[in-house]
């Protein structure tokens, strides 16, 4: 039951580049009470840049025309310390774009200016037990940059989107198999939000007219499952974009409500989601990093799935992930100073 444990105090969520792609999908599911249930008021804070303060005032005016009842005050801006005063809930969308011929490097150190300000500006103003989630890319370094950039939000407030591989990994088994997509469980998403990232089926299962089966006896196809299943979530953003000519917008917002509202609520019994979180060194991989693990959520709080078997296979996927993330880490890091 969303909603059970809410009040009736409006809460105050922040979705940046609100005038953006993503955003145009996502502002909506939460004016809905797709975020925080049918019975929590929210006041919409609506974050972004100067330049694009013409399409901000139209979303806040769609947002009016919605007549939402559970909206109960927008705050449309380009203050950053306005956007942030008292939120408890913050989508950081925005980001820098990567533009063609733009190195990986400069595209980290537009980001971590705009990372670097708005941690600050969550540690400053928004509320000190506020949760956040890093969509704009690359997620999982924007979000260390603002983790280390906010002293008084306690470090497992910070989070990467990698929800919309997992869902995505979750679409192609329930696809392959010909099966509903809530039939699938504990698919999981290691690593990093790019095309290093390993969605990894091993502790996966699938409910069947025969009861529980593993996804990997049920594809019973090992070359699918270390080929073509693991790149075509890798590759499909890059897939969308091909098509639409624009990035995965939809997807994306429906994805960044999944992993929030999971977070708030928490998981089924026995079920594990994806998030991208402070590494406490679990499976080897160095803390501090901000990695996409398996995880189970209760009563607001993630914790890392402890004791799942790593075969050879995923070993060298997790590590390959690890590997970038952390030269992204040390690229970052001339930058937060």
Known sequence: NTGSNMSTNPARVLVTGAAG??????????ARGELLGPNQPIILHLLDVPFCAQGLRGVELEVQDGAYPLVEGIVATTDVKEAFTGVDYALLVGAFPRKEGMERKDLLKANAAIFKEQGAALSNYSSKNVKVVIVGNPANTNAHIAQVSAPNIPKENFSALTRLDHNRAKAQIALRLNTN?????????????????????SHAFVETSEGKKSVSAAVNNEEFLH?????????RGAEIIKCRKLSSAASAAKAIVDHMRDWIFGTPEGEFVSMGVYSDGSYGIKEGLIYSFPVTTKDGK?????????????RKKMDATAAELEEEKAAAAEFIQ
């Open 227 to 235: 080929g073509e299943f693991i790149s075509t979530v890798q590759q």
């Open 181 to 201: 997509v809530s039939k699938v469980h504990n698919v999981a998403i290691w690593g990093n939000h790019s095309s290093t990232q390993y969605p990894d089926v």
């Open 21 to 30: 792609q993503i955003a145009y999908s996502l502002i909506y599911l939460v």
């Open 302 to 314: 993630w914790t890392i799935v402890q004791g799942l078997d790593i075969s050879e296979f995923s």
